[in-house]
């Protein structure tokens, strides 16, 4: 795995996710593969043409020598026809939102995981800190027993 949002476990609920390619540059692949990228924030949009990618930093390799270079710049994501129109008639209808959560190798090639995600409201999110701190102080509690 060469990158993954955790936070996007924790703010949604999953509802769906699908496996997507993404275009990357050559120098944009080393630097993935470095493990430098950052899905944290990143969101996906749809535009007449397909779906992109935006807040995504990958930053510039160490090694290139090209001198501009925008580390968040809108990346396209390779969906079939078909599945970018279910999924904006999903997000649409459901009111839905479409979330990137891993990016990672398969092969030689690097794809992103992309979620059908909910929001969580507040007390949701507390529940579950709540529930995976008692989990903790009970195996700690078993653990000193011994």
């Given amino acids: 795995m060469l990158a993954e949002n955790k936070k996007a476990r924790f703010d949604y609920q999953i509802v769906e996710s699908f496996e997507a390619g993404v275009v990357l540059s050559g120098s944009e692949v080393k630097s993935v593969r470095a493990g430098s990228a950052s899905l944290t924030g990143a969101r996906v949009i749809f535009k007449d043409d397909g779906a992109y990618v935006l807040g995504m930093t990958v930053p510039k390799y160490k ?3 090209s001198e501009e270079y925008d580390p968040l710049k809108t990346r396209k994501i390779l969906l079939h026809k078909g599945e970018i129109v279910s999924l904006s008639t999903k997000m649409k209808s459901a009111g839905l939102t479409l979330v990137p959560v891993k990016l990672y190798n398969k092969g030689s090639l690097i794809k992103l995981e992309i979620a059908l995600v909910r929001g969580k409201k507040k007390y949701e999110k507390r529940e579950l800190i709540k ?3 008692t989990a903790i102080g009970l195996a700690r509690r078993l ?4």
Avoid at 143 to 146: A, G, H, L, Q
Wanted: overall charge positive; proline content about 0%; glycine content about 0%.
């Fill in 143 to 146: 653990k000193i027993n011994r």
């Fill in 131 to 133: 529930k995976r701190e």
């Fill in 63 to 65: 090694f290139d020598s």
